[in-house]
């Protein structure tokens, strides 16, 4: 049954430099039970089909539904059954981490005593007794972001929408939310999360939607999206750079796209890895190619980005982040 | 980590008291700030004791006004609590950057219950500030003149009035965004708003160009309500040409109404529109 549904969803901003079309048509929909993410790079418009998605922004034009109910016309209803964590820890700074998620549980209108004995269950089970009773201001990053994901699951929603749930964190703390968000989805909640990490994409989740440009531009499971540019890479390495062009004709005789070279490192997918492989070591031998390294690969979803949109996924976010970074 | 059964919902009440109660647990959050941020309880209790004294003391031999600290007080608390009411502005900026608003647009409360919460709290700040006025200012002889009911009437106008210009602060923050902006705003154009009036110094003594100004200044009219409220006025002054200051509390509710009829559907249907972002 599908559970998130979205059709046509346009969203235009006007900025000095111009119209923004933010969602330009995006079309969506997530089964019960699945984990989807939105891979893309910063501005792909990820985050504006969350917010559209969870009640904050209205689109211009389209429908989106959340089990059955429209999202744009009755949000009331939308916001009882989603929890929604954003980009940026949405806690009090002055309060504790239990009163955080005290208040949430209020405003769920659980009662209060319902609400107080979920803070303390959240509060156990994301190992938050040391946040629990001081301020957050002054916790860390990693631990207000998990106050704030707590904050989202108070009603164990049927729905959870998650806006770059690691964005910002250290490489610790996103593996322990990745473990955190993994056990979750085993207990059946439907999940929506973005992300510009490819990695993060393929280890979270069932379904993976591309988007740029304000669009869905390639959707299916890490495997098939894989699939959709060849199978195996084929990848040598030379000892001596001047060797790249004879090194690429051969590649381009046994791979079935383009080969890409890079300083030393010439590539090309191929149908049939392992034979691809054994025939490009034998011809690269006869032509006395001398080589630093040889092997095959699965592409990677760096590789779908790169082929469906011409660029690479986390160059643009590394960019984008200097860019805001250079603002501030 | 264990799965937890959903936990069930509260039967919702009506829309109105779920407007209380949402209302609450949002004003609730703004008390626990109070007591936990060390800039709000100073300005809360030590500026006001500071500037009463300051203001009595320093300045009462130099005026050229009889009985000073008595007329000097319904300025000073004037003041002090349209100052109060900038918080609501800084706040909800304040709010809106850190992300948290966003958080409370999904869940199922009632728009109206941050805002509620966010001005019941300059209400809170403003009766205390209130009170600490009160007790300082008796200490250096100022003195309620009239009844309790002037007494309580004096009090109710000065934080109803703040009271409804901090949802105009509210709608400010939450257009212009930015809490620096917000403080450094409500500096730039309160203090000559409050100083180009009769709070400190009689309306009579100003040059004429001021004067004008500040015969029609609204803030004029509240202090010259809470004097006649509370008795501190003096006979030996001209009579007041323009409407506002002749019919000082008349003019100090219409301006309450027309602030809250106006400013409260406004930020209410903003905060329905707003996200981080």
């Known amino acids: 049954m599908t559970i998130i549904q979205a059709e046509g969803l ?146 164990n929603p049927k729905i959870l929408f998650l806006d770059e749930p690691t964005t910002g964190l250290d490489p610790r703390s996103r593996l322990a939310l990745w473990e955190i968000i993994s056990q979750l989805v085993n207990d059946g909640t439907t999940l929506l999360l973005t992300t510009q990490y490819l990695e993060e994409a393929d280890h979270l989740s069932d379904d993976i939607a591309v988007i740029d440009g304000g669009k869905v531009i390639a959707e299916g499971t890490s495997d098939e999206l894989k699939a959709q540019i060849g199978g195996h890479r084929v990848v040598v390495t030379l000892v001596d750079e001047a060797d790249a062009g004879a090194a690429r004709e051969i590649l381009a005789r046994h791979g079935d796209g383009t080969p890409t070279v890079s300083e030393r490192t010439v590539e090309v997918s191929v149908v049939d890895g392992p034979r691809a492989l054994q025939y490009v070591l034998s011809d690269l031998g006869q032509a006395n190619i001398q080589l630093h390294d040889a092997g095959m690969r699965r592409p990677t979803l760096d590789d779908v980005f790169l082929k469906l949109t011409g660029h690479r996924a986390e160059d643009e976010a590394s960019k984008n982040d200097a860019e805001m970074e250079k603002a501030q | 980590m264990t799965a937890v059964s959903q936990p069930a919902y509260e039967s919702v009440g009506s829309p109105l008291s779920q407007l209380f109660s949402d209302g609450w647990i949002a004003t609730r959050r703004n008390l626990i700030k109070i007591r936990r941020v060390p800039e709000i309880l100073v300005f809360t209790i030590l500026q006001p004791i500071m500037f009463v004294l300051l203001f009595s003391q320093v300045y009462a031999g130099a005026m050229n006004v009889p009985d000073y600290v008595n007329f000097l007080m319904a300025g000073i608390f004037a003041q002090t609590v349209i100052f109060g009411s900038t918080f609501s502005g800084a706040a909800m900026a304040q709010d809106l950057k850190d992300g948290i608003i966003d958080r409370f647009r999904t869940l199922p409360m009632s728009p109206a219950a941050v805002l509620i919460g966010r001005t019941n709290g300059d209400l809170v700040i403003n009766s205390i500030s209130m009170m600490i006025m009160m007790g300082t200012g008796w200490l250096v002889g100022w003195r309620v003149t009239t009844s309790v009911w002037g007494f309580l009437g004096g009090v109710a106008v000065l934080l109803l009035f703040s009271y409804s210009f901090s949802w105009v602060m509210a709608l400010l ?105």
Do not use: C
């Open chain 1, 10 to 155: 346009t969203k235009t901003y006007k900025s000095k430099s111009g119209p923004v079309h933010a969602l330009a048509g995006l079309n969506l929909s997530v089964p019960q039970g699945t984990v989807k993410a939105l891979l893309g790079p910063n501005g792909a418009g990820k985050t504006t089909a969350v917010k559209v998605l969870t009640t904050l922004i209205k689109p211009d034009e389209g429908t989106a539904h959340i089990d059955g109910i429209d999202v744009v016309n009755n949000p009331k209803a939308a916001r009882r059954i989603i929890g929604a964590s954003g980009q940026y820890a949405a806690v009090d700074e002055n309060l504790t981490g239990f009163e955080n998620l005290e208040m949430v549980g209020r405003l769920y209108h659980l009662g209060a005593k319902t609400a107080r004995k979920r803070a303390q269950e959240l509060i156990d089970q994301f190992e938050l007794t040391e946040a629990g009773n001081r301020p957050v201001k002054g916790f860390s990053g990693g631990m207000r972001r998990r106050i704030d994901l707590a904050g989202a699951l108070v009603i």
């Open chain 2, 173 to 277: 923050g939450m257009s212009v965004r930015s809490p620096e902006v917000i403080n450094n705003a409500s500096f730039m154009i309160l203090f000559p708003l409050t100083f180009i009036s009769n709070a400190f110094v009689p309306i009579h003594t100003l040059p004429e160009v001021l004067k004008n100004i500040a015969e029609w200044n609204p803030v004029s009219a509240l202090v010259e309500s809470a004097r006649q409220l509370f008795g501190n006025t003096n006979p030996d002054f001209p009579e007041p040409t323009a409407w506002t200051l002749q019919n000082p509390i008349i003019t100090v509710i219409l301006g309450i109404i027309v602030m809250l009829a106006i400013f409260v559907p406004l930020s209410v249907k903003k905060f329905k529109s707003i996200s981080s972002r």
